[in-house]
């Protein structure tokens, strides 16, 4: 089982660019998916973006498309997701998640471990 420990998250104002980092460890990372997930209060956790094991490939919620970036070091184990142009919609508690799979997913069902998260504010 992998373990994964996000970071980065924090208090910022709309408009404003944040970076989470979710570092990984128990398994060669470069060789499965990872994604992102969040999830505010009251409402059900939802897809944020993802990126493949093999050449990078990645996928965007339309939510988020064109705003955040996924991206990934394999050599430090670590997957990120930049945030420009930040929403106070945007608000939500942010999990990484591991699959076990080459591919990319953006069902919760189709991720493995999953990261205890990290707090996004974004004021108006």
């Known amino acids: 089982q992998v373990q994964l420990v996000e970071s980065g998250g924090g208090l910022v104002q709309a408009g404003g660019s944040l970076r989470l980092s979710c570092a990984a460890s128990?398994?060669?990372?470069?060789?499965?998916?990872m994604g992102w997930f969040r999830q505010a209060p009251g409402k059900e956790r939802e897809f944020v973006a993802a990126?493949?094991?093999?050449?990078?490939?990645?996928y965007y919620a339309d939510s988020v498309r064109g705003r955040f970036t996924i991206s990934r070091d394999n050599a430090k184990n670590t997957v990120y997701l930049q945030m420009n142009s930040l929403k106070p919609e945007d608000t939500a508690v942010y999990y990484c998640a591991a699959r076990n799979s080459y591919a990319v997913a953006t069902t919760r069902q189709a991720y493995n471990d999953w990261g205890r998260g990290t707090q996004v504010t974004v004021s108006s």
């Open positions: 128990g398994r060669i990372f470069s060789s499965y998916a």
């Open positions: 990126i493949n094991g093999g050449a990078g490939g990645s």
